[in-house]
């Protein structure tokens, strides 16, 4: 391939990498320094992103490169010359010079390269069990490649020619029907983009996951919410309650439990003459129309439930009684407050 540099020589194959390569190099390390890592991982410095970033992103390329060399050797050992390895942007190539002669080899030398990424994957979480500390600058880098490998090994393993999966499947075929297609010979990883375009993609959705991971309801919710009791008349309510205080509604307590919620249309409802004999607890929405979460539920399990239902605020009770309310404002409060205390790297950065 015409702009590839020679960088050595391993078991007598050359080793080129493609001009094409080092963009994405440079793109992964970035994705990775400023996007995954930080998002991931808090308290390291910018430099300590980047490093890392780096790390990362080179032994990926080891991790490619090995998978490219288990084709080449497995390929030489079935008595097909190997040309050289060359690394470009979608991953890496074998050039292979010839096509192999029957399915049982075609099918050994497609198979072995995602099997090799497969126990890359293995063992780098192995390693990362064995370190039994998940929040180092080592375990950061191993999760990623683990994670990388083990994608990278399925990914391949999909039957869409000319992946590896494809091959595999080829050599099936073939073995059935004993006829080899003309296909391209070509071993394409598309590594580079698959990565970087999945990683871009989950950050987003990993950044606010990991913003919230950890934080529960109690955490977040207000503890003194505004409550009425359920034998006041409507027109007290109104009077001492919902004009005084600037309420749009107000959870409702019987004893000290909570009963139900109580808003603006609820009262709009009922004819303004009956207000003074109409008790709140009449014309409220009760408690088992109310979606109730408990103060130990954690707020990615909560969230949903807020989107999902266009709900603005959630009752948290334990034991019967109302100990607070979730409310949608409270939530961006507790956002805008990490982000000023500069907890949020990953959430700018994203
Ligand atoms: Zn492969």
Redesign the pocket.
Known sequence: MPGSLRIGKIFGIDIYIHISWVIILVLLTWSLAVGWFPVLYHGFSAVTYWVLGFIAAVLLFVSVLL??L??SVVARARGLPVKNITLFIF??V?NIEKEPGSPGVEFQM?VV??LT?LLIGVLAFVLLFLLGQYSSALAAILWYLGLANILLGIF?LIPGFP??GGRVLRSIVWKIDGNLRRANGL???FIGWFLLSSAQSANSEVMLQSVFRGVTVSEVMNTAPTTVPANISLQKLVDEYFLPLGLRSAFVIQGDRLAGLITLSDIRHVPREEWGQTPVGLAMIPRDRLHIVSPQQSLNDVLPLMAGRDVNQLPVVQDERLVGVLSRDAIVRYLEIRRNLGLEDGQKAA
Do not use: I, T
């Open positions: 998978h490219e288990a084709h991953g890496g074998s497609a390269g995602p990424s391949n992946l590896d071993w394409l990883g």
